[in-house]
C-alpha cells in the first residue's frame, strides 16, 4: 500500500510539472535548456522546449499513475501498458528533439 502511495504522489508531480510547462511557467527542465550557456538561453526560443517539456511530464505521469494502479490491483496486464507508454516517451523525446533542433537551422 505504500508504494502505491509514493508511485501516487510522483504520478502527481509529474503532472504539476507537466501543466506549468505547458502554462511555459518556471524551471525549463530540458536539456537543451539546462546545457546552454547564459547568452544562448536568452537567446533561445523557449516554447518548443517547454511543449516538450511538458508532454514528456505528462507521459511521465500517465506511466506513474498505471503503475499505481497495477501495484493496487495485481492485475498483471498493466505493465504491457506501461512499457508501451515508456516505448511512446522515449521514440517522443528523441524524435521531437531532432525536430526541434532542425528547425533551428
Same mark, same amino acid.
Given at each position: 500500500? *505504500?508504494?502505491? !502511495?509514493?508511485?501516487?504522489?510522483? $504520478?502527481? !508531480?509529474?503532472? /504539476?510539472?507537466?501543466? @506549468?510547462? @505547458? *502554462?511555459? %511557467?518556471?524551471?525549463?527542465?530540458?536539456?537543451?535548456? =539546462? +546545457?546552454?550557456? %547564459? *547568452?544562448? #538561453?536568452?537567446?533561445?526560443? %523557449?516554447?518548443?522546449? +517547454? #511543449?516538450?517539456?511538458?508532454?514528456? @511530464? @505528462?507521459?511521465?505521469?500517465?506511466?506513474?499513475?498505471? $503503475?499505481?494502479?497495477?501495484?493496487?490491483?495485481?492485475?498483471?496486464? =498493466? +505493465?504491457? =501498458? /506501461?512499457?508501451?507508454?515508456?516505448?511512446?516517451? =522515449?521514440? +517522443?523525446?528523441? !524524435? $521531437?528533439?531532432?525536430?526541434?533542433?532542425? %528547425? *533551428?537551422?
Amino acid at each position: 500500500m *505504500k508504494e502505491t !502511495v509514493i508511485l501516487f504522489i510522483v $504520478s502527481m !508531480v509529474a503532472f /504539476v510539472l507537466s501543466f @506549468f510547462s @505547458f *502554462k511555459e %511557467k518556471g524551471f525549463l527542465f530540458n536539456n537543451a535548456y =539546462i +546545457y546552454a550557456s %547564459k *547568452k544562448e #538561453r536568452n537567446s533561445m526560443d %523557449k516554447k518548443p522546449h +517547454y #511543449r516538450q517539456s511538458a508532454i514528456v @511530464f @505528462f507521459l511521465i505521469s500517465i506511466i506513474f499513475l498505471l $503503475s499505481a494502479i497495477e501495484v493496487l490491483l495485481d492485475s498483471g496486464w =498493466i +505493465y504491457y =501498458i /506501461v512499457s508501451a507508454v515508456i516505448a511512446v516517451t =522515449i521514440i +517522443y523525446a528523441i !524524435v $521531437s528533439s531532432i525536430l526541434i533542433e532542425t %528547425k *533551428k537551422k
